[in-house]
């Protein structure tokens, strides 16, 4: 059972390269999500899916969009890459009453 | 708004020494709560959750954590620990109807041999 899956796991950019970051999940969850981990700030969430078909912003979304492509799948763009972007990205999905369950990170470097 | 506060950024403990991290939320109902680990450079792990109940709740690896509702804390706890403990550790709340959770800025746990 793979849970969450990210790819890639390191990335490094020009400022103005765009790239989607990739999650996929197995437990059959119908919520997803997309957080950022920067140094002394925990997670902050990006976008997040309550279910299949549906996306709504969360606490940073400037600068990013969102897909979910199907139940399983979860993709993040960036457009644009800016430095400010240069950050550690989590996905996870989400069972009853809350509990999440994340992915092994996406550490991303915008130059 | 729901906020997450962990007072402490960074403690030091020896090898077989109790442990205790604060955590204090805000939050306008019943909340859900939570403790994650992240060893460097992993993901978060689920460490132990509140939803109802007992205000003790244990979890993996021996850790344990009480919710006391008039302090509005839920501090993680374990009796001995471990070198392999030596992690960051983030407490989370969530329960708004979004299913999000809002979380503290974390504890880098250091431990001495």
């Known amino acids: 059972n793979a849970g969450v899956t990210q790819t890639p796991k390191f990335q490094v950019l020009k400022t103005g390269q765009s790239m989607t970051l990739q999650c996929a999940q197995d437990?059959?969850?119908?919520?997803m999500y997309w957080y950022r981990q920067d140094p002394g700030m925990g997670l902050r969430l990006i976008y997040y899916?309550?279910?299949?078909?549906?996306?709504d912003k969360g606490e940073v979304p400037n600068g990013y969009n969102v897909s979910r492509l199907n139940k399983r799948e979860f993709s993040l763009r960036l457009e644009s890459a800016a430095p400010s972007q240069t950050s550690v990205y989590f996905c996870?999905?989400?069972?009853?009453?809350?509990?999440?369950?994340f992915g092994p990170g996406t550490r991303l470097t915008v130059l | 708004a729901q906020s997450v506060t962990q007072p402490d950024i960074h403690i030091t403990v020896s090898e077989g020494a109790s442990l205790e991290l604060r955590c204090n939320y805000s939050?306008?109902?019943?909340?859900?709560l939570f403790w994650y680990v992240q060893s460097p450079g992993q993901g978060l792990q689920l460490l132990l959750k509140?939803?109802?109940?007992?205000?003790l709740v244990q979890g993996i690896k021996g850790f344990e954590a009480e919710f006391k509702r008039s302090q509005s804390s839920f501090n993680l706890r374990k009796p001995s620990v471990h070198w392999s403990d030596a992690a960051e550790y983030f407490c989370?709340?969530?329960?708004?109807?979004?299913?999000?959770?809002?979380f503290g800025s974390g504890t880098r746990l250091q431990v001495q041999p």
């Open positions: 996870a999905s989400g069972a009853a009453l809350d509990t999440q369950y």
């Open positions: 437990m059959n969850h119908n919520s």
């Open positions: 899916s309550a279910s299949e078909g549906t996306t």
């Open positions: 989370a709340v969530g329960g708004t109807g979004r299913r999000a959770l809002t």
């Open positions: 939050y306008g109902a019943t909340p859900y």
């Open positions: 509140y939803f109802s109940g007992d205000t």
